[in-house]
């Protein structure tokens, strides 16, 4: 089994927030969507939720519904959204929520009650935060979302500063909350991360091991689109986990636990 854990999808009618950090011309459907996963073998996917058009989450809830096996998704939402919305959601194949916070002049502050008793929530539903943050920022939010009880998948192998890489304090604090037991890491979007990546990866795999880890396309590639073929993303998951019983893990294994089996 092969689940891509990090993908988008959109119309070019959705509305866009104001001043979005991207503003594709395009469409990317859950059909096109469908039909990129059949044609590189892929089983499933799980959308993530993509800033530009905030907590409109109404096409990816679509997408859930129209592909209720082979899809799950996280959705952007206002800390004061309702457990009865919540569980309606649950109800769809949504399974987390993620934090926009990437850009931001200052990041929200998460101690509040209105974010604690979101936190609660999503931990009482076994859903999953994605913090959608700077490598750096990640040491200032994590101890709060551990915390929470909740549990925390991070994106893009914690973006670390580039120029401290596995050094940086962001990526440490990343390792540390591993440790803890409730963090997995997406080894995904290695082409926005440059050469390093292929370290990134397999530091995480050092020291998480790929029971912690799942593997993403990032498709569309938003800001990249063209320059990149999907299954080029499958092949530098292969490169960066060399050992084929640890790739299986992280390619589809550890996924399904997180993502789709109820149980889990």
Not at 89 to 96: E, L, S, T
Not at 102 to 128: N, Q, S
Not at 200 to 219: F, H, K, N, Q, T
Not at 240 to 262: I, M, N, Q, S
Request: glycine residues 6%.
């Amino acid at each position: 089994m092969k689940i891509d854990a990090h993908v988008h999808v959109f119309t070019t009618d959705m509305p866009l927030i104001d001043n979005p950090r991207h503003a594709p011309k395009y469409s990317f459907t859950h059909e096109q969507l469908i039909a990129t996963l059949d044609d590189n073998g892929i089983d499933r996917a799980v959308i993530a939720a993509a800033s530009p058009w905030g907590d409109y989450n109404d096409y990816t809830l679509a997408a859930l519904r129209a592909h209720p096996r082979r899809l799950r998704g996280t959705v952007i939402l206002k800390p004061t959204v309702e457990r009865y919305a919540l569980e309606a959601m649950a109800r769809d194949g949504v399974c987390g929520v993620r934090l926009p916070f990437i850009g931001l002049p200052k990041l929200p502050d998460i101690a509040t009650f209105e974010y604690r008793a979101f936190f609660r929530r999503l931990a009482d539903l076994g859903w999953h935060v994605h913090p959608h943050v700077d490598g750096d920022d990640l040491r200032k939010i994590l101890p709060t979302l551990e915390a929470s009880g909740v549990k925390i998948v991070v994106d893009h192998l914690g973006r670390p500063d580039p120029k401290t890489g596995i050094a940086s304090d962001g990526f440490k604090a990343l390792l540390r909350s591993i440790d803890k037991g409730r963090t997995w890491v997406k080894v995904s979007a290695g082409y926005r991360l440059g050469p390093q990546a292929v370290t990134y990866a397999r530091e995480l795999l050092r020291a998480a091991g790929p029971d912690r880890l799942v593997w993403a396309s990032d498709c569309p590639f938003v800001g990249h689109e063209n320059q990149f073929a999907y299954k080029s993303t499958m092949d530098w998951l292969a490169e960066c986990v060399p050992d084929p019983a640890a790739r299986a893990k992280v390619f589809g294994e550890t996924a399904f636990k997180l993502y789709f089996d109820a149980a889990a």
